[in-house]
């Protein structure tokens, strides 16, 4: 099943950091980059959707999963 996956971050955050370097150590496709510091509209539906201003956070069709190492074990058990 495919899923629409964005990944709200800043590039700052080391957290951020560190599923930026699973998806590139994975070699993980489709995952939309949204850089909450570079885009302010992308900055603005991470508060209106999540609720909070925390990242990284993933979408997955629309649902936000926060903290860095349970993103990382979704994407590993998802796209393996």
Same mark, same amino acid.
């Given at each position: 099943?495919?899923?629409?996956?964005?990944?709200?971050?800043?590039?700052?955050?080391?957290?951020?950091?560190?599923?930026?370097?699973?998806?590139?150590?994975?070699g993980?496709?489709?995952? *939309?980059?949204? !850089? %909450?510091? /570079?885009?302010? @509209?992308?900055?603005?539906?991470?508060v209106?959707?999540?609720?909070?201003?925390?990242?990284?956070?993933?979408?997955?069709?629309?649902?936000?999963?926060? *903290?860095?190492? !349970? %993103?990382? /074990?979704?994407? @590993?058990?998802?796209?393996?």
């Open positions: 099943m495919d899923h629409k996956l964005e990944l709200y971050y800043y590039p700052e955050c080391p957290f951020c950091q560190r599923v930026l370097a699973a998806i590139a150590r994975h993980w496709e489709g995952i *939309e980059l949204k !850089d %909450i510091h /570079a885009d302010p @509209e992308a900055d603005a539906t991470l209106r959707v999540g609720g909070k201003h925390q990242v990284p956070c993933l979408f997955i069709d629309g649902e936000p999963l926060y *903290e860095s190492l !349970d %993103i990382i /074990a979704w994407l @590993e058990k998802t796209l393996g």
